[in-house]
């Protein structure tokens, strides 16, 4: 019991490597994909959730982002134990150069203790899908599965010179 006590607050410690802001180390690694000139999409899913699995019909997320070489990805999992990698490569989602997975470690999928904030931008909804350029949040669809075309637009009008 008490080298699982040890292991658990290792792994707590871990998790919680946190930044002056209070953020996690997943938290970091985004904010400094966004922090980048070109157009960062955040898309925050969950192997469990059936909006999150949807998305993926038709290839979707897979031709999407071979369709935006331009834009960053970052697919962060949340409220899941399983990181979803697998099943993300099965529906195409893999080595695309323009693409990273991350998981957050918290895992617990609702009440008290669950995520509530991403870098200090509430997040309640799996899935959501954030829009950033130059470090600044444009679009968040905080209200679940994502319209394609909606979202291309989005990253349009990001991209527009009159948003920078």
Known sequence: MKNLLLLFLGIA???RAASPA??????EEVAAEVAKPQVT???FWAPWCPNST???KDRGWATFLG????VRFVF???????????YLERQGVKAQPN?????HPNHLRKGEGSIRNF???????VPSTWVFRDGKLRYALNYGEVRFPLLQQLIRDAADEWAH
């Open 13 to 15: 410690t871990l998790a």
């Open 22 to 27: 209070g953020w996690l180390l997943v938290e």
């Open 41 to 43: 999409v955040v898309h």
């Open 54 to 56: 949807a998305e993926h």
């Open 67 to 70: 369709a935006n070489p331009g």
């Open 76 to 86: 962060v999992t949340i409220r899941s134990s399983d990181d979803g990698y697998a």
């Open 99 to 103: 693409l990273r997975l991350l998981h």
């Open 119 to 125: 870098m200090d931008i509430p997040l309640s909804w």
